[in-house]
């Protein structure tokens, strides 16, 4: 169960950290019509797609990406508390994450992705299934 609290505490890092900071940069871009700087180093989600689309249907992906992740977010609670179908869940929306990474150019969460995935294979097998208590796994 180490193992898929681990992955659990790094997912909701990254739900709070990329998904729920999506928001409130959507609302900044309809607002202002362009994008926030982190520090002045770079244009926070300002990849392919800020350039692409009109402020209201890029803010519109930002929202789905944070729905996306707070899909993520209770597929990590799922982990936490023992169940397999929290890491299949996990693993089943990397791909659909990995398009919004793209299209917003956002490299952390990569590593953070290859991290879930270690760590889910770690905790496979003291994860129960539909079928068992999620409390006999423990």
Request: charged share 5%; aromatic share 16%; net charge neutral.
């Amino acid at each position: 169960m180490v193992f898929a609290r681990i992955d659990a505490v790094l997912t909701w890092v990254y739900v709070v950290g990329f998904g729920v900071t999506a928001i409130p940069i959507a609302a900044y871009h309809v607002a202002t019509g362009r994008l926030p700087t982190f520090f002045g180093l770079f244009t926070v989600y300002g990849g392919r797609w800020s350039d692409q689309f009109a402020p209201p249907m890029f803010a519109g992906l930002l929202v789905a990406f944070a729905v996306t992740t707070l899909v993520v977010g209770f597929a990590a609670w799922l982990l936490w508390q023992g169940w397999r179908i929290g890491a299949v869940l996990s693993l089943a929306t990397l791909p659909v994450e990995a398009v919004f990474w793209i299209g917003f150019d956002l490299p952390i969460p990569w590593i953070v992705a290859a991290a879930r995935i270690v760590f889910a294979i770690l905790a496979w097998g003291s994860l129960a299934s539909a079928t068992t208590s999620a409390h006999a796994a423990g």
